[in-house]
């Protein structure tokens, strides 16, 4: 005998009625679950074990009524039973998140306490994750199990090859919500959205810079610590950033794969040959909010905005002097290590910049790329171009700050603003005499030297300066 609820529709707030029923025994009207397996590999044994109690608790309670006559249990008992009966909550003291199992509790746990138990046996880096790990390996063993199905390029990482492949298919599914702008990456999103937030969740405890993404955080205190994780196989040269790495990587491979369609320059990076194309294009989206100057290129503007704000992050540890970027904190580095880099392949002259280097190879080409638009004169260098054509428009856009005097170039102004200060930093190896400005110093040194570079093409005399050659060959010329 059993006791069957009865559901009265018309008023569902009346006490509900029981009647008696001699039928096979059922418990409450209510469904006898078996216990859930397909979640024991996830739990640990005394928390499976538990939960069945508590089940066995819920069904003894309900099984008592049914012995007793007494009127079942009531809504709310049963409601506490079931909560009783239903998945532990493991909440998250860091932060607040709640998992459904211990095993994936203890697992988020290692995000906070940073516990990586899986160690690169090649660098000594360590993981959380065993995916994570295994991904790394790739690194080193050089594996690319994954190759794209519409070119020849191959991936260490699934992930990887579906991102890919959206360049070619030209899939865009991730979309701002503030404008129409997609994207081929959710990262890539969530990146572009801080434009519109503005948000910078992520600060240096060293220098108070705020970042984006924690990524970069990570990335800009290596600036500090000066540590340079990736190591070139080829060359033992080690770098700070992947990115980097990777540039320098295809240095050794010579590969440039990205081709410009307005000419035949390659490249070996496509953000490379993007702001290439720009030249072709006249483009110069990105200006200046302070100066109105504008450039091809977000990270040139970037650059600009630091003469504006005087922020200098990137700090040589030899000497402790700062600069505006990391960049040019490895050129100022190269002066304490005397490292240059750079050979010329015509006569062996080294450069501790690749631009130096590629300036210097146009005396031996006499390539002269960059030509006046006022007049006929062609120059080696863009940065000689700029200052002849100011020339013609007359364009003095440096004052002294001592004095109202302007100047068509920024070294011009220093060099003036050391008569008002007095400073003279260059010093003759000879003899105690200083100078204002380096050229100067150079042809003082000649006296000492006995150097005569500038030699007269209709006779065999020479000269230390340049001025006295132009006075000298007026005589033969008249």
Known sequence: MVFVKEEIEEDMSEPETWRIKHEEPETCGIKQEEPETGRIKHEEPGEFIEEIAEKEELRDEKKNHVKTGEKPCSQTKQKDLKKRGAKKSFPCTQCGRSLTSKYNFERHKKVHFREKPFTCDQC?????????????????????????????????????????????????????????????????????????????????????????????????????????????NQCGKSFAHSANHKKHMNIHMDEKPYKCSHCDKRFSQSTYLKIHESIHAGEKPYQCDQCGKSFSCLSILKKHQKIHTGVREYMCFECDKMFTSASNLKLHERT???EKPYECSQCNKRFNKSGDLKTHERIHTGEKPYKCSQCDKRFIHSVHLKKHERIHFGVKPYQCSHCDKRFSQSAYVKIHQRIHTGEKPYKCSHCKKRFSNSGDLKIHERIHTGEKPYKCSHCDKRFSRSSSLRRHERIHTG
């Open 336 to 338: 304490h290590t005397g």
């Open 124 to 232: 000594g880096k360590s993981f959380t994750k065993s995916l994570s790990f295994t991904n790394h390996m790739n690194i080193h063993t050089g594996e690319k199990t994954y190759q794209c199905s519409h070119c020849d390029k191959r991936f260490s990482q699934s992930t990887q090859l579906k991102t890919h492949e959206k360049i070619h298919t030209g899939e865009k599914p991730y979309q701002c919500s503030h404008c129409d702008k997609r994207f081929s990456q959710s990262r890539q999103l969530k990146k572009h959205n801080v434009i519109h937030t503005g948000e910078k969740l992520h600060t240096c405890d060293q220098c108070g810079k705020s970042f984006t993404q924690k990524v970069t955080l990570m990335s800009h205190i290596r600036v500090h610590t000066g540590e340079k994780p990736f190591t070139c």
